[in-house]
């Protein structure tokens, strides 16, 4: 029998071997003129998967919630309104942020968990600014709902406020364009679509961001993630003549550098599409056996992931048969939702065989915690978007 698992969770994802193959190979120098080249070709290709020619690329190692602080580190000064659009459990961890670096938050919620604050909500909160900055979770990873961040961002430069974007669980896998859609610092962490394991946390500020930066009054209070450190160290890398702040995980940023090339490589356009293309397939094929998703419509439905609640009578030890099955996914994690629903990762190098083999095995767990339905049915229609 074959140990392996399949591991479909929101993060860490699988990689594929060339990722891996460049974590095992002996470490360098970090001022080796090979990890410059390496390092220094990594962050203009960030720029490129950002979307961001003109944007300062920074990477820190770290996980996703660093790169949180570093947005709110760098851009908030005591007294400071922020405003924060919520999605989800990771929208209420950047109000703990802010709110830690002695911003004054307001938060715009939806009308029920697995739904967005509407266009019109967010600009009536926006009209009694003005705000320093607004956050918006591209996709909440708890909820499993995805932000219209084009719009969201179009209003954020209508009244004059920074547009921060929590994309650590979008980019590399959501449509997600910064400098056309008036982003002002997209933020993220390796180990999701970006496929890359753990340890990276990944920050794009364009010119505004920046701006904001150079007018700070007070200093950054925090030492690690001030960029007055970072940023001369990210433009020695850029121009190939490395200089020390804090010493970077060689290996991870070597990894991190194979994976933009593949994502380049893919394309933006049609990766994409084909996160869009597994994901549509794999909630077909789970609304066809009767599941219920999360996101209160599809259209709200993110592509990076999949939530979905147990069916009448069935409950988290589901998750366990599934992972008999050879699946591992993930359980709930927003609180008001508590054990009810469970969560499912297909991004990054997902493949359509990978949505199957998971169908299969919730179909199967289902079967066995003695779930009536059509067995089958979800894997027929999730061929049938497949095949389409
Ligand atoms: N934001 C979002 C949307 C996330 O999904 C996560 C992690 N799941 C984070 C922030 C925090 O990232 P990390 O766990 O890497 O600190």
Redesign the pocket.
Known sequence: MKDRKLLMI??PIEFTPEVLQAMGLPTTSHLAANFAEVFGQALERLREVFLAPGGCPFVVAG????A?EIAAANLIEPGDRALVVNTGF?SD?YVAILERHGAEVTVVAPPVVGDVPSLEAVEEALKKGPYKLMTI?H???STGVIADVRNLAYLGQKYETLVIV?G??SVGGEELRMEEWGVDLTLT?S??ALGVP?GLAIVVAGERAMEAFRKRKTPVRTYYADWTNWLPVMESYLARKPIYFGTPPVNLIWALNVSLGQILAEGLEARWARHRHLSDAFKAGLEAIGLKLVPVSREKAAHTLTTVYYPEGIDARLLGLILEAGIIVASGRHPALGERYFRVGHMGAVTASDILSTLGAIEWALARSGYRFDVGAGLAAAERVLTA
């Open positions: 929101p993060g996980s996703g919630t660093l949180m990771f961890r979770t996709v909440d990873t929590d650590v669980c962490a180990q999701k753990p």
